[in-house]
């Protein structure tokens, strides 16, 4: 019994100087490619961390690396909850609720740049709602004008994103990342989209905090009252369009953490049901 008493004494002891080794020499980093947004390390790694090293490559990625990476997740997370809330909305409102277009990251026609992007699709959305406002309205004409719109005038082709992307250091003070041409982020087929520009994100103590979108309705609903007042009105167009230029951070928008491989903390499931319900879900 006396032996027994020791040997579990003794077990104790050791059990007890284990933890504490564990936790003078083990911590916790962190790594957003992991399922909890975290990895255990020794001591050693998460010094390194704290200086700054990507501990899968084992390296100090540079900034401009960082960001891209981080921006290539955020477009590509982004690319797939807009193709979730598709699937969920055919399965659950039918086949008719499902993008005719697939979404995807579309270039511009050539002759369209950052400086004239608003007054060209104004040019082109407007030589095209007249006939359809004269024709109340009709469905299959609004999709033909539609799609005039999109192939003909705008000229669209699917591409990778990061074809164009670029991280400006110093714009206005900030670091932003976008594109070197208006991109057309299609979200729904032939009703809406989002236009991208030069500070699609900007980067806040290596945060990505969500910048300027245009949000480009183009299904010439008689009710889109958001297109005309901006197409009709010039002080809304204008301030639109000095809006486009600010480089300020938007709350609304995700904001999300960077860790030292450029991998985000951007909860796809979570997005997903959040995104889902705004649309109608």
Same mark, same amino acid.
């Given at each position: ?7 579990? /004494? ?41 200086? !700054? ?14 960001? *891209? ?10 690319? *797939? ?21 697939? @979404? ?15 007054? /060209? ?14 024709? $109340? ?19 669209? @082709? ?6 164009? +992307? ?8 900030? +670091? ?21 520009? $030069? ?6 103590? $290596?945060?990505?905090? !969500? ?12 009710? %889109? %009252?958001?297109?005309? $007042? ?5 002080? *809304? ?7 486009? /230029?600010?480089? *300020? ?10 860790? %030292?491989?450029?991998? @985000? ?17």
């Amino acid at each position: 019994m006396l032996f027994d008493s020791k040997f579990k /004494k003794i077990c104790w002891i050791i059990f007890a100087v284990v933890i504490i080794l564990c936790v003078s020499f083990i911590r916790t980093v962190p790594n957003y490619s992991k399922k909890y947004g975290f990895e255990i390390v020794h001591l050693w790694d998460y010094n390194k961390y704290n200086q !700054g090293y990507c501990l899968a490559e084992n390296k100090i990625l540079d900034k401009e690396e960082l960001y *891209k990476r981080a921006i290539g997740e955020y477009l590509d997370k982004q690319l *797939k909850i807009d193709k979730m809330i598709d699937e969920w909305r055919a399965d659950n409102y039918g086949s008719r609720w499902k993008s005719e277009m697939e @979404i995807g990251y579309y270039e511009l026609d050539s002759e369209i740049n950052l400086n004239n992007w608003l007054e /060209k699709i104004k040019n082109y959305y407007m030589d095209l709602y007249i006939p359809v406002e004269n024709t $109340d309205y009709d469905l299959n004409i609004r999709e033909k004008a539609t799609s005039k719109l999109l192939f003909e005038k705008l000229k669209i @082709i699917k591409i990778n994103p990061m074809k164009y +992307i670029n991280i400006n250091f110093n714009n206005f003070g900030n +670091i932003t990342a976008g594109f070197d041409k208006p991109i057309l982020f299609v979200t729904y087929g032939l009703w809406n989209s989002k236009i991208l520009l $030069d500070n699609v994100a900007i980067f806040e103590n $290596d945060k990505l905090v !969500g910048g300027y979108k245009f949000y480009f309705d183009y299904s010439f609903s008689k009710y %889109n %009252n958001f297109m005309r $007042d901006i197409f009709y009105d010039k002080e *809304k167009e204008k301030y639109e369009l000095e809006k486009s /230029k600010l480089v *300020k951070s938007n709350k609304s928008y995700p904001n999300v953490k960077i860790d %030292n491989c450029g991998n @985000i903390n951007y909860d796809i499931e979570n997005e997903f049901i959040m995104a889902r319900e705004a649309k109608g879900g």
